[in-house]
C-alpha cells in the first residue's frame, strides 16, 4: 500500500469576518469557505483558525501569531521618536530641538 500523502505546509496569516463572506490568508492567497487549495478544501474560517479536509483528514490550522522577521519595525522602547527637550532658566523657558 502507497504512503498516505501528507498535508503540504499551511500558513494562516489573517481571517476576516463577516457573515456570510469569511475570508482567510493562507499561503499568501485569500480564500473563502468552500474553496480549494491544490489537493486541500476550506471547509470553515473562523476568527482565529481555518478547518480544512486533504485526504481524509480534517485539520485546525491556528492563525500565525509569529511577528514577521522585519528589521523596520522596532518596539517603541528600542527606538523612541525624537521629542523636543524644555529647558527652563531664570528669566525665560525655551524649547531646544534635538
Same mark, same amino acid.
Given at each position: 500500500?502507497?504512503?498516505?500523502?501528507?498535508?503540504?505546509?499551511?500558513?494562516?496569516?489573517?481571517?476576516?469576518?463577516?457573515?456570510?463572506?469569511? /475570508?482567510?490568508?493562507?499561503?499568501?492567497?485569500?480564500?473563502?469557505?468552500?474553496?480549494?487549495?491544490?489537493?486541500?478544501?476550506?471547509? /470553515?474560517?473562523?476568527?482565529?483558525?481555518?478547518?480544512? %479536509?486533504?485526504?481524509?483528514?480534517?485539520? /485546525?490550522?491556528?492563525?500565525?501569531?509569529?511577528?514577521?522577521?522585519?528589521?523596520?519595525?522596532?518596539?517603541? %522602547?528600542?527606538?523612541?521618536?525624537?521629542?523636543? %527637550?524644555?529647558?527652563?532658566?531664570?528669566?525665560? %523657558?525655551?524649547?531646544?530641538?534635538?
Amino acid at each position: 500500500m502507497p504512503p498516505k500523502p501528507t498535508l503540504p505546509p499551511l500558513c494562516l496569516q489573517s481571517t476576516l469576518i463577516q457573515p456570510g463572506n469569511n /475570508r482567510a490568508m493562507l499561503n499568501g492567497q485569500v480564500v473563502a469557505e468552500g474553496d480549494k487549495l491544490g489537493d486541500i478544501t476550506i471547509i /470553515r474560517i473562523e476568527s482565529d483558525n481555518v478547518i480544512v %479536509s486533504f485526504e481524509e483528514q480534517v485539520v /485546525r490550522i491556528m492563525l500565525d501569531v509569529t511577528p514577521p522577521d522585519n528589521p523596520q519595525i522596532h518596539p517603541a %522602547s528600542e527606538n523612541p521618536a525624537k521629542q523636543p %527637550s524644555f529647558s527652563a532658566d531664570a528669566d525665560n %523657558s525655551t524649547a531646544e530641538q534635538n
